[in-house]
């Protein structure tokens, strides 16, 4: 009796053990794996606007990681480099220089996990502010606590949009560009790619966008365009540009697997699509210099072997 | 004799008499049959668009349509992308012969849309703005009886009454009962017997016998005619409607709810070679309203900074690594001097922002005691001593220095203390500007851009000059510390800085 009774309980609880073994894996909840994820929308702003005028512009943050405390602050950038990269103007006086531009809630703001934030950004260069371009960068910050107590390097992740600002009485500030470089190899191998590079410079007031192409004609032969990407060219810099084609940006380089003869190739292109066209014009060469290597190699040996066996 | 022959003729009365008699009242007219699994498919459902121009001038893009009595009153049904005909009263062709595509439709007033190019002309504001919806049918059903040869299989759509039923521009009526369909111009090798009984002995081998266009007052018929062999009881039979395919009506004027199918019966029938009907039916075409589906993609970045697992790992080539979190790197307590400690976290950008995104690096200082300002990008004396603060200082790697713009291998723990990084590409993404292996090395290093107290600017470690999705590295911090390193608590921050490219 005793021992039915040990078995009934031995058994009982095997299977409440089975059961929390099952249940365990079937109905556990998903583990979030600790990250922190942040998107930011609009990446980019570009605005046009009179000195002591006004514009808001929203900003939306979302969180997709482990929850975090972010802080928003804007810096003035600088262009980097001629891939569109910038520098951060970080120091206390460069920023406390343009804080009577913006107008946000700076306070540090809790976001949990899959939560939101907008940003309402109001922006007004002062009365007076010099007619030029001015570039900043809306930067949230994930806020960390150095409270570890041990060695460690702290990651602080921050996502940021950059503001393009033109600030403009009229409306309609001095644009100019220039190529600086339109360049291609003068001489080719037939089987080599024919890679085209594009810099253009902006020498005006304002930023803009080039809007062109480059047509490629073999002489007696077909012609080829193609499009530059409509990229940003900051004021005092320069941008190499790339192509497009389906909206993807794509290298300047000309399709086709073998290229034989003379290509004329012609960089044309506007300023942000209207005015006076820029161009300029180079020429390359294409010839099957490796088959003629081949061809003589071939030849040479040969005729070493037609001398040896001789 | 003449008795006999007289009784014999009676009984042969009486018997022609009954025979007749029961011939006539007992014999039943036999009824047609129901086609069975009878259906009518549109490969495009979608109704017609037809409403009266209000106002459009040459030059505008713009058009108002006008909100009276007309198949459409809104400009609900219109979409982006449908191309559209301007027709005069009597809706004779496009005029000038030119259609027009739809670029968008206001969605606050709902009369009026724009055009991808400006009208060439005035608009006719009695004319009518069409949208015309057509494609191919197919109409199976499975015959009950056979079709003898020389009988024969009629379809008959239904037309709007009092319309022009083939000139490719839809029609409308008040109802479904004058309603009805546009041929579109079809020819005999767009209505076929695809499928069922030999579908070449049915008709022109199985092209239709003859498309009757239907008038004032009857509809369209296709019919085939049976040759060759007879078509067995219970046969699935196909019929395909394809080419320019019939035009759909526009919405029925009187009645129509938006959304709500008008329901045309299509008649099917097979018949004997005297006409006979022997089976029949009305399977049933429905065309609706299209609903537009539509969304909009805002422009964003995303970046998430994860953290990656300890113990023995290959992010950066085997080692044993310390487990990170999202936010730092905690070294803990180093046991051991002149050796290596390495650590890892995994960046991944998303991005559809066309020219693309960088993300860039820099540390706040370089590793001082109890959060002590390291000045200079270098010790002032020895590997630690900064001026006034101890530090664990940025690793020059090797005899050919490392910086935070260039790389170098960094291989010995003994002679080159300090922190450094390298990167390593995660799912083949080349978004990385140097590698651990790269140049045939064991562990290419770069220092962190000491932008605060160095003056440097901060380094790429991810770009790409297009969107991109889930582009991913790991970024790998590795560590060691001189055997006279003093004790103490040192720290400092790594800023990671995605942004899109200008």
């Known amino acids: 009796m005793i021992n039915n009774k040990s078995k009934i309980k031995t058994i009982g609880v095997l299977f409440v053990f089975a059961y929390l073994f099952i249940r365990l894996f079937v109905y556990s909840d998903s583990v979030q794996a600790q990250e922190v994820s942040l998107s930011l929308s609009p990446p980019i702003t570009e605005l046009t606007i009179q000195p002591g005028r006004s514009y808001i512009q929203v900003f939306t943050l979302r969180n997709d990681g482990a929850p975090v405390t972010i802080g928003p602050k804007i810096f003035p950038f600088i262009p980097l480099d001629r891939q569109g990269h910038a520098e951060l103007i970080e120091d206390k006086n460069s920023v406390d220089v343009f804080a009577p531009w913006f107008y946000f809630d700076q306070t540090p703001v809790s976001l949990g996990t899959t939560g939101s934030r907008d940003f309402y950004v109001k922006i007004t260069p002062p009365v007076g502010t010099e007619e030029k371009d001015y570039y900043f960068t809306f930067i949230v910050e994930v806020q960390n606590e150095n409270n570890l107590g041990i060695n460690n390097s702290l990651a602080q992740a921050r996502i940021g949009a950059n503001i393009l600002i033109s600030v403009s009485k009229d409306g309609n500030p001095s644009k100019k560009a220039s190529a600086i470089t339109f360049s291609a190899p003068r001489l080719i191998d037939s089987f080599s790619t024919l890679n085209y590079k594009v810099v253009i410079a902006n020498t005006g007031f304002s930023f803009f966008k080039p809007t062109g192409k480059i047509t490629v004609d073999q002489i007696f032969g077909s012609t080829t365009v193609l499009n530059l990407a409509p990229l940003n060219v900051l004021v005092g810099g320069a941008r190499e540009i790339s192509c497009i084609q389906d909206e993807n940006l794509i290298p300047c380089t000309l399709p086709g697997k073998f290229l034989i003869g003379i290509y004329r190739s012609d960089l044309t292109f506007t300023i942000d699509d209207s005015g006076t066209a820029i161009a300029k014009q180079i020429y390359t060469i294409a010839f099957p210099f490796s088959v003629l290597i081949g061809v003589a190699i071939i030849f040479i040996i040969y005729r070493i072997i037609k001398r040896l066996t001789g | ?502």
């Open chain 2, 1 to 502: 004799m003449f008795r006999r022959k007289l009784v014999i003729s009676a009984l042969f009365f009486v018997f022609v008499a009954t025979f007749a008699s029961l011939s006539f009242y007992l014999t039943k007219k036999t009824d047609s049959a129901s086609l069975t699994s009878a259906s009518t498919t549109l490969a495009n459902s979608r109704m017609s668009y037809k409403a009266g121009v209000a106002t459009g001038s040459s030059g505008s893009s713009v058009v108002t349509i006008d909100a009276a009595a007309n198949p459409d009153i809104t400009t609900n049904h219109l979409f982006p992308g449908d191309v559209v005909c301007f027709t005069d009263a009597g809706q004779n062709g496009c005029i000038g012969n030119t259609t027009y595509t739809v670029s968008s439709v206001a969605a606050v007033d709902g009369v009026s849309f724009n055009l991808t190019t400006p009208l060439g002309a005035n608009l006719d504001t009695s004319g009518y703005v069409i949208a015309t919806q057509s494609g191919g049918w197919t109409v199976s059903f499975t015959t009950v009886a056979q079709v003898p040869i020389g009988g024969s299989l009629v379809v008959t759509v239904p037309m709007a009454d009092n319309t022009v039923g083939n000139n490719a521009i839809p029609d409308h009526a008040t109802d479904i009962a004058t309603g009805g369909f546009d041929l579109g111009r079809l020819g005999p090798s767009n209505v076929i017997v695809s499928a069922g009984c030999t579908p070449t002995s049915w008709g022109s081998t199985g092209l239709v016998t003859s498309i009757a266009t239907g008038s004032a007052t009857t509809d369209h018929v296709f019919t085939w005619t049976r040759a060759g062999s007879i078509c067995s009881a219970a046969s699935a039979i196909t019929v395909t409607v394809g080419g320019p395919g019939i035009v759909n009506p526009a919405p029925k004027t009187s009645g129509h709810t938006q959304g709500t199918a008008d329901i045309y019966g299509i008649t099917v029938q097979t018949k004997d070679s005297g006409g006979n009907v022997i089976d029949s039916a009305i399977p049933r075409a429905a065309p609706v309203e299209a609903v537009l589906i539509s969304g909009t993609v805002d422009e964003s970045l995303s970046f998430v900074v994860a953290s990656l697992a300890g113990g023995a790992q290959t992010y950066c080539g085997s080692q044993t690594y310390i487990l990170s979190s999202a936010t730092s790197i905690p070294w803990g307590h180093f046991a051991a001097t002149n050796t290596f400690y390495y650590s890892a976290q995994q960046l991944t950008v998303s991005t559809n922002a066309a020219s693309g995104y960088v993300v860039t690096i820099e540390e706040n200082d370089q590793m001082g005691k109890n959060g002590n300002t390291c000045t200079g990008t270098a010790p002032s004396a020895g590997d630690y001593t900064f001026s006034a603060g101890t530090c664990i200082r940025d690793t020059v790697c090797a005899s050919s220095n490392c910086s935070e713009s260039v790389a170098s291998d960094w291989i010995t723990a003994t002679s080159y203390p300090g922190l450094g990084y390298s990167l390593a590409t995660v799912s083949a993404s080349p978004d990385a500007p140097f590698f651990y292996n790269e140049k045939t090395r064991t562990w290419s290093a770069k220092q962190l851009a000491d932008k605060t107290q160095g003056g440097e600017t901060a380094a790429t470690i991810m770009s790409n000059v297009g969107p991109v999705n889930a582009s991913s590295i790991y970024v790998c911090y590795k560590i060691t510390i001189p055997g006279t390193q003093p004790s103490g608590y040192y720290y400092n921050i790594a800023k990671y800085t995605a942004t899109a490219t200008f």
